[in-house]
Structures are given as structure tokens and as C-alpha cells.
Nanobody, 122 residues
Framework: QAQLLESGGGLVHTGDSLMLSCAAS????????LAWFRQAPGKEREFVGA????????YYSDSVKGRFAVSRDNAKKTHYLQMNSLKAEDTAVYYC???????????????WGQGTQVTVSS
């Protein structure tokens, strides 16, 4: 059964950095597009960033561009979200996802993790 497991969330302060990891147990990991989404209390789930199967293409939402970076390690079947210069508005549950093609829409991703909480205190 395909699974994704996030880790690395926690409580940090404004301006801090944090790295989230997503460990995968899916056969097609090396050919999958991987993404991060987040959902803040009372808000809809939103796209954060994504990387294609080779790591050669990345997408970011405007709200995190220049501060966050998505990467992957196919040998470890893990992908990462490096978050720098964190702001209070980055507080949310962060989800990793895997799908066949890279994109910003949640419907492109068929496998999802359970989420990890990131809280940024000002």
C-alpha cells in the first residue's frame, strides 16, 4: 500500500528555518512528481511547492517563492521542504503528496501523507 509519512514539524519563531521530510513507500517514487500543500485553520488546503521526477523542475506558490525550497532524494525515497524566513502566516498543517505529473492542483496527486503541524510564533 502506497504511503507517505511527513516529519519535522514543530513550533518555531518568526524568521526561523525548518525542514520537513516526507518518506515514501511507493513503487513509482523515482518517476513521481512530489508536492507540498498546507492547510491553515479555517482555510482551504493550498499549494506550496512541487518538484518533478528528476528534480529539474520546481513550482512554488507566490507566498513562499524565494523562502521555501522543495527537493528530493530518489535513493532515499524522501522529499523535503526547506522553509526559511518563516512568518506567522506560514502556520498550518503541511501535507506531502505524490502523483504522476507535476502541477499546482491537488487533484493531480493521488497519494497523501497525514500531515505535520508547523506553528510559527511571533
Amino acid at each position: 500500500q502506497a504511503q507517505l509519512l511527513e516529519s519535522g514539524g514543530g513550533l518555531v519563531h518568526t524568521g526561523d528555518s525548518l525542514m520537513l521530510s516526507c518518506a515514501a513507500s511507493i513503487r513509482s517514487f523515482s518517476t513521481s512528481a512530489l508536492a507540498w500543500f498546507r492547510q491553515a485553520p479555517g482555510k482551504e488546503r493550498e499549494f506550496v511547492g512541487a518538484v518533478n521526477w528528476s528534480g529539474s523542475t520546481t513550482y512554488y506558490s507566490d507566498s513562499v517563492k524565494g523562502r521555501f525550497a522543495v527537493s528530493r532524494d530518489n535513493a532515499k525515497k524522501t522529499h523535503y521542504l526547506q522553509m526559511n524566513s518563516l512568518k506567522a502566516e506560514d502556520t498550518a498543517v503541511y501535507y506531502c503528496a505524490a502523483g504522476m505529473t507535476i502541477g499546482t492542483e491537488a487533484r493531480r496527486y493521488s497519494v497523501w501523507g497525514q500531515g505535520t503541524q508547523v506553528t510559527v510564533s511571533s
